[in-house]
């Protein structure tokens, strides 16, 4: 079940870091989504597969349900090893794509050698697939899967105007302006929550025309689009219209503006949900 969270807290806004990537609220509403919409036995399977997450050894982070496994890839971020290492350093760069939204779309330099979330798609869904690879193996490629279809439909871990995907533009939200809030923490937290929060539910079962109307295409197909709505509707919104103006001191997101996004934030949720269920599908089903 999804935890409830306090929205547009203050104290939440203050304290948001770039460490959390579509925060607890997106992604475990992606997984909720896929989970209500990929077929029964695909359900059975997941859930099957998860029953193994003690494998993970990570008990700091558990991933018994499929909206745990959303958010295991974020939480494990911290974990070292007992010489103090990074358990997951590896990994930080599987998060995100820092593809210039004021040039054409390349994925060639932001995915170079395979460390970029489009990538990790691709690859951790081959591992989630091949049954013969080892159980512990296979649940953490589902719990990286999961978490990564939901950071690539956050629009600004597929576009960048070389700021870290918005996170060195700071904004105002609403009434809200503390000194940490930025355009990235925007679309992580408070738009997705806004968005998410209103009517109607967006975690139930879709028709099937609709489900394969949205998950159509390619994993790069997808990033394409989010990489748009990153250029056309998240800086252009900050930036006055002009994605690829100078970037202002401070940029303000007026409640007019904001509630302009909202369906733009829904609908990059549906997709990331309705995507999701057809790759577990294709891996578990």
């Known amino acids: 079940m999804i935890r409830p969270h306090l929205l547009a807290a203050p104290i ?16 475990e509403t992606v997984a909720a ?7 029964p036995a695909t359900r059975v399977a997941i859930r099957r597969l998860l029953s193994s997450q003690a494998l993970l050894e990570t008990p700091e982070c558990p991933a018994r349900t ?20 990074s358990r997951f350093g590896y990994a ?14 390349d ?8 460390n970029c979330v489009s990538a990790q798609i691709v690859r951790q869904m081959a591992v989630v697939k091949d049954r013969r690879a080892p159980a512990a ?5 589902l ?3 999961v978490h990564f279809v939901g950071d690539l439909h956050q629009p600004l871990h597929a576009g960048d105007k070389a700021d870290k995907g918005g996170n060195d533009v700071h904004v105002n939200y609403g009434i809200y302006a503390p000194a940490r809030l930025n355009l990235h ?5 408070l738009l997705a929550e806004r968005a998410i929060s209103g009517p109607p539910p967006l975690v139930k079962r879709y028709p099937a025309a609709e489900r394969a109307r949205i998950a159509a295409g390619t994993v790069e197909d997808w990033s394409r689009e989010s990489w748009q709505v990153s250029r056309d509707v998240a800086y252009a919104a900050a930036l006055g219209g002009e994605p690829c103006a100078p970037t202002a001191t401070a940029a303000h997101l007026d409640e007019a503006t904001i509630a302009r996004l909202v369906p733009a934030a829904r609908a990059e949720v549906l997709k990331g949900g309705l995507r999701l269920a057809r790759l577990l599908d294709e891996a578990l089903g």
Request: contains cysteine; hydrophobic residues 45%; proline residues 5%.
């Open 33 to 39: 989504i896929a989970e209500a919409n990929v077929r």
């Open 107 to 114: 994925l060639g330099p932001p995915c170079k050698d395979g």
């Open 137 to 141: 193996d296979r649940v953490r490629a």
């Open 92 to 105: 930080y760069s599987w998060h995100y794509q820092n593809v210039n939204v004021c040039a054409a779309f």
């Open 143 to 145: 719990a990286f899967l």
């Open 12 to 27: 939440a806004l203050a304290l948001a870091t770039p460490a959390h990537a579509y925060w607890e609220y997106g992604h």
């Open 185 to 189: 923490s925007v679309w992580d937290g």
């Open 66 to 85: 499929i909206e745990e496994a959303s958010v295991w890839a974020d939480c494990v971020k911290p974990l070292k090893d007992a010489a103090g290492k």
